[in-house]
T-cell receptor, first 110, second 118 residues
Framework: QKEVEQNSGPLSVPEGAIASLNCTYS??????FFWYRQYSGKSPELIMS????GDKEDGRFTAQLNKASQYVSLLIRDSQPSDSATYLC??????????FGKGTRLHILP | GAVVSQHPSRVICKSGTSVKIECRSL??????MFWYRQFPKQSLMLMAT?????????EQGVEKDKFLINHASLTLSTLTVTSAHPEDSSFYIC??????????????FGNGTRLTVT
């Protein structure tokens, strides 16, 4: 099993709708979880970080964490064309290293 | 917010030469820096972790003698690709964090270095 798994997509979502991105991880002792957005040819930028079970909201973004199920998700409300990018799920392992999933390509349809 | 500066942003070199990439944390002390490599349409692959003043730890399959990492100060880490070959062409990204993990130290990325070896 890969350490961090994501559906590669592409995920196509109409403008204004909710985009839902999912991620599972294998290291049970992981405590820190991150969502990054990466535009083509650019470096990743941090969207959300989450450390406790439950939901964390920041503007149009909501991160959800369920440690028992080893599952992290990111919801994007009122999706905009500018949200079209690759979204990377990252998990901090027990050895403090941060490992990335392969990313989900999100395409917002105008 | 925290800023990580990475230079150069692009470099083209001939096969067999060495290339040095610098990563600086501009407004915080980076106790740990991570070096990632990303091939086209692939995710970030962790190459090595460097802690200030100690030897870097390399991920499995990464040649430590080929990818030399130095983290001599709390604000600077360098990656040197020695005797570069065309298969080393990739997007190299450094990242830094100030604490030991958790809520006080998210990962901040440099803008990356596009290396092309001809």
């Amino acid at each position: 099993q890969k350490e961090v798994e994501q559906n590669s997509g592409p995920l196509s979502v109409p403008e204004g709708a909710i985009a839902s991105l999912n991620c599972t991880y294998s290291d049970r002792v992981s405590q820190s979880f991150f969502w990054y957005r990466q535009y083509s040819g650019k470096s990743p930028e941090l969207i959300m970080s989450i450390y406790s079970n439950g939901d964390k909201e920041d503007g149009r973004f909501t991160a959800q964490l369920n440690k028992a199920s080893q599952y992290v998700s990111l919801l994007i409300r009122d999706s905009q064309p500018s949200d079209s990018a690759t979204y990377l799920c990252a998990v901090e392992r027990g050895d403090d290293k941060i490992i990335f999933g392969k990313g989900t390509r999100l395409h917002i349809l105008p | 917010g925290a800023v990580v500066s990475q230079h150069p942003s692009r470099v083209i070199c001939k096969s067999g030469t060495s290339v040095k990439i610098e990563c600086r944390s501009l407004d915080f002390q980076a106790t740990t820096m991570f070096w990632y490599r990303q091939f086209p349409k692939q995710s970030l692959m962790l190459m090595a972790t460097s802690n200030e003043g100690s030897k870097a730890t390399y991920e499995q399959g990464v040649e430590k003698d080929k990818f030399l990492i130095n983290h001599a100060s709390l604000t600077l880490s360098t990656l040197t690709v020695t005797s570069a070959h065309p298969e080393d062409s990739s997007f190299y990204i450094c990242s830094a964090r100030g604490g030991r993990g958790g809520e006080d130290s998210p990962l901040h990325f440099g803008n990356g270095t596009r290396l092309t070896v001809t």
